[in-house]
């Protein structure tokens, strides 16, 4: 009598895949694995049009006025998840579609969620147009997209009123860097200068304490606040913040790590400083 529950032993295990080979060639051979292969993105936009792409992205990119909007792509699914009931109803050019077409466009590696708009980049503005605000975030030649957008989501998140870059070594606005923001691209003023120490000048002249981010700094982050307006002033990944901009702040000051890693990634770093930053000044807004 034949025993199912024999355990089985190497040897079993070879001659079954010698059966199993054996009968793939009588049958032609096993299936081939075809893996997918990638799909590079497809053209780039027209001259003065960025591809933004991601449901945040264009449900925020929808919601604001400032916003010029040519073309959509979306996919049966994503206009539901939109909650865009008509297309013909919208005031730019729209077309359903499936995912694989959105793929041509941004390339498979892009995660579009099934919607891609064409649209006229979000203008800078200028430092004298910065308002009342009183929290403002001032990056020194951050340079990776998906670094800038992350910290602009943690800075609408903590109620920052503008992001502060500088015209060059900054990247333009991009479907990588919208998606890294999810939505927060449309809700933050943004501004550009060309000279950072001179930007810096005039945020002191406008009352604001200019903190600049450095793993050595002499002092705590949390014990260094003493103003009612505070610009926090972060570097490039690696680099840091340039001599220039070290010498111009009001402050160097350092997030205090317990652990045996000293130094985050910026917009990591960014979040945790926004967050102090922001305790502070809640804390003056109440009395204490």
């Known amino acids: 009598m034949r025993n199912d529950n024999k355990p089985k ?3 079993d295990t070879h001659y079954a895949k010698l059966r199993r080979a054996h009968r793939d060639e009588k049958s032609g051979g096993a299936p081939a694995f075809r893996p997918r292969q990638p799909m ?3 053209e780039t936009a027209a001259d003065g049009l960025v591809r933004l792409y991601g449901l945040h992205t264009v449900r925020a990119a ?3 006025p400032r916003r010029r909007i040519k073309k959509m792509l979306v996919t049966r699914n994503a206009a539901e998840r939109l909650a865009i009931a008509d297309l013909a109803a919208l005031p730019f050019e729209t077309e359903m579609v499936e995912p694989k077409d959105i793929d041509k466009v941004t390339g498979s590696d892009a995660v579009h969620q099934g919607v891609l708009i064409e649209a006229e980049p ?3 503005k200028r430092l004298d147009a910065l ?3 009183t929290l403002v975030l001032v ?3 951050v340079t990776d997209p998906h670094n800038v957008g992350a910290i602009l989501r943690s800075a609408v998140a903590f109620g920052a009123g503008a992001l502060i870059t500088t015209a060059r070594h900054s990247p333009h606005e991009s479907g990588v860097l919208a998606k890294s923001a999810s939505g927060a691209l449309e809700h933050i003023d943004q501004i550009e200068v060309k000279n950072l120490a001179d930007a810096l000048g005039q945020l002191h002249e406008a009352g604001f304490q200019t903190i600049g981010l450095d793993s050595d700094g002499p002092a705590e982050l949390e014990k260094s606040f003493s103003g009612e307006k505070i610009a926090l002033v972060l570097g490039a990944e690696g680099k840091g913040l340039r001599q220039k901009t070290r010498e111009t702040v ?3 000051a350092r997030l205090d790590m317990p652990g045996t890693i000293r130094s985050l990634n910026v917009s990591n770093a960014a979040a945790v400083s926004l967050y102090a930053a922001h305790a502070h000044l809640k804390s003056l807004q ?3």
């Open 131 to 133: 308002g009342d605000t």
């Open 9 to 11: 032993t190497p040897k």
């Open 62 to 64: 929808l919601d604001n």
């Open 40 to 42: 590079p993105p497809g």
């Open 286 to 288: 109440n009395g204490e």
């Open 250 to 252: 009001t402050t160097l």
């Open 122 to 124: 979000l203008k800078p």
């Open 139 to 141: 990056l020194d030649q």
